[in-house]
């Protein structure tokens, strides 16, 4: 019953994410077969980064490897020169990864300062008889 609920929590944050215009697809590779991230405002300074993976067949691995979250300083998204607000690793944060499944999605929610832009850098990770691979994939950013 557990695992019937989260799938169903699964499919509809992919449904929503899909539907979301912020979203940006990102190139694939030989585990990855898609996913994507946004940035989704609850209130002001109460911010979520969102996002789901899926894979080319049933993973050991799948999920995020690393989120890390930017204040925007300037007018376009610059990580060299924004100032960095959080960085969330798996090892820190098992949730964000998941085992022997073909897609995986997750929310991490914080705090920020209102009246600010933000945007997320992800790295995506899938991995699958001893082979894996990484993808970069950054959200547009989103007021606080």
Same mark, same amino acid.
């Given at each position: 019953?557990?695992?019937?609920?989260?799938?169903?929590?699964?499919?509809?944050?992919?449904?929503?994410?899909?539907?979301?215009?912020?979203?940006?697809?990102?190139?694939?590779?030989?585990?990855?077969?898609?996913?994507?991230?946004?940035?989704?405002?609850?209130?002001?300074?109460?911010?979520?980064?969102?996002?789901?993976?899926?894979?080319?067949?049933?993973?050991?691995?799948?999920?995020?490897?690393?989120?890390?979250?930017?204040?925007?300083?300037?007018?376009?998204?610059?990580?060299?020169?924004?100032? =960095?607000?959080? %960085?969330?690793? !798996? #090892?820190? @944060?098992?949730?964000?990864?998941?085992?022997?499944?073909?897609?995986? &999605?997750?929310?991490?929610? =914080?705090?920020? %300062?209102?009246? !600010? #832009?933000? @945007?997320?850098?992800?790295?995506?990770?899938?991995?699958?008889?001893? &082979?894996?691979?990484?993808?970069?994939?950054? %959200?547009?950013?989103?007021?606080?």
């Amino acid at each position: 019953m557990k695992k019937c609920v989260t799938y169903l929590a699964l499919i509809i944050m992919v449904v929503s994410v899909l539907s979301t215009p912020v979203l940006a697809a990102e190139h694939t590779n030989k585990y990855i077969s898609s996913a994507g991230a946004y940035i989704h405002k609850w209130a002001a300074g109460d911010i979520s980064v969102e996002f789901h993976v899926v894979g080319t067949n049933t993973m050991d691995t799948i999920g995020a490897h690393r989120v890390t979250v930017y204040r925007m300083k300037g007018e376009t998204p610059d990580s060299a020169t924004d100032e =960095l607000v959080a %960085t969330y690793w !798996y #090892q820190n @944060y098992p949730d964000m990864m998941t085992t022997n499944d073909f897609v995986y &999605g997750h929310s991490i929610r =914080l705090n920020v %300062t209102h009246g !600010y #832009q933000y @945007y997320a850098v992800l790295v995506f990770y899938a991995s699958r008889d001893g &082979g894996g691979a990484n993808m970069p994939f950054s %959200t547009d950013p989103v007021w606080a």
